[in-house]
């Protein structure tokens, strides 16, 4: 019995060299890496929740070569989400698995705080499930001696967001998982790689008002990306301006690092999350 929902499926396995599953592969950075990675040989699993735009990535990564399958699936439902990995994993195992479905949201400029059942959902997709599959995938592949996870953060973990803080919190915690993950699994060949993007040109930070200063396209986003996991390294932070503000927040006193935050008073066109 299917315990998920397979939207569509192109595979013969017979000449498959590695099996790759990207969640948020329907949008921005989670697509593009899917086209990145698109070539003969390769198989994607491909998880989103809209799936015309998931089985839109998945035609084009067919055409560049690969063969893929899409499956529609809400991160807000940890254990749901757990068992379809379990199942992919068993069924083929995966060779490097990609977690880039995130949500941001800004605190509404007319509410005192974020809202509770937002920051719910923030905490849930950009931290709990991935690093409960994360930890799951690592178990796995630590058995077989091989494989690649990479856990897409934000240069935002590094930074005291007054509007975000929901968003800057979950990703400092992912940031902090991630990185400890390595350390433990780097003895039974198995590379855990934190990316910390600036801006990227994708619909989450095209919500934003105001300008968006180094901005990278989704194309080279997934250049870097993909590039960082072949050489299994701890950590990737892009554009590398933003490590010397990870520095100066560091070095300067929280008091000014604070006000000077408050003052960005960054905003958002109107929320998609509900
Ligand atoms: N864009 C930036 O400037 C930027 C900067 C730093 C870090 N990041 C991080 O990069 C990652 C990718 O973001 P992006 O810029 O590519 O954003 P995006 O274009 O908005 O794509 C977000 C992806 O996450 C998926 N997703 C959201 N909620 C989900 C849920 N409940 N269950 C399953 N999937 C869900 C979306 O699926 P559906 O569309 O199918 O709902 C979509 O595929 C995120 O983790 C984000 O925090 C982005």
């Not at 010397?244 to 000014?256: A, F």
Request: overall charge positive; glycine content about 6%; charged content about 15%.
């Amino acid at each position: 019995m299917d315990i998920f929902p397979m939207t569509a499926q192109s595979r013969s396995h017979s000449h498959i060299q590695s099996h790759i599953l990207i969640t948020g592969a329907s949008s921005g950075i989670g697509a593009a890496l899917a086209l990145n990675y698109a070539r003969s040989g390769t198989h994607l699993i491909l998880w989103g929740r809209n799936q015309e735009r998931l089985e839109q990535i998945a035609k084009k990564a067919q055409q560049h070569g690969a063969s893929t399958e899409t499956h529609v699936i809400d991160l807000n439902n940890t254990n749901h989400a757990l068992e379809c990995l379990q199942h992919i994993d068993s069924d083929h195992p995966i060779d490097i698995c990609i977690f880039a479905a995130g949500i941001s949201d800004i605190r509404p400029e007319t509410e005192l705080t974020e809202l509770p059942h937002i920051v719910q959902n923030i905490a849930c997709v950009n931290f709990s499930t991935p690093i409960t599959l994360a930890t799951e995938m690592a178990k796995r592949m630590a058995i077989r001696k091989s494989g690649n996870i990479a856990l897409i953060g934000s240069v935002a973990a590094f930074h005291d967001l007054p509007m975000a803080s929901a968003y800057s919190g979950s990703k400092a915690g992912l940031a902090r998982f991630s990185t400890a993950l390595h350390a433990a699994m780097k003895p039974h060949n198995v590379f855990v790689t934190l990316i910390s993007p600036g801006y990227v040109d994708t619909p989450m930070s095209q919500r934003l008002v105001g300008a968006r200063p180094f901005l990278v396209s989704p194309q080279k986003a997934a250049r870097l990306i993909s590039k960082a996991i072949g050489q299994g390294r701890a950590h990737l932070l892009f554009p590398r301006i933003f490590f010397i503000t990870k520095v100066l927040e560091y070095l300067m006193p929280r008091s000014i690092t604070h006000r000077l935050l408050r003052i960005a008073n960054v905003k958002q066109n109107p929320s998609t999350l509900k």
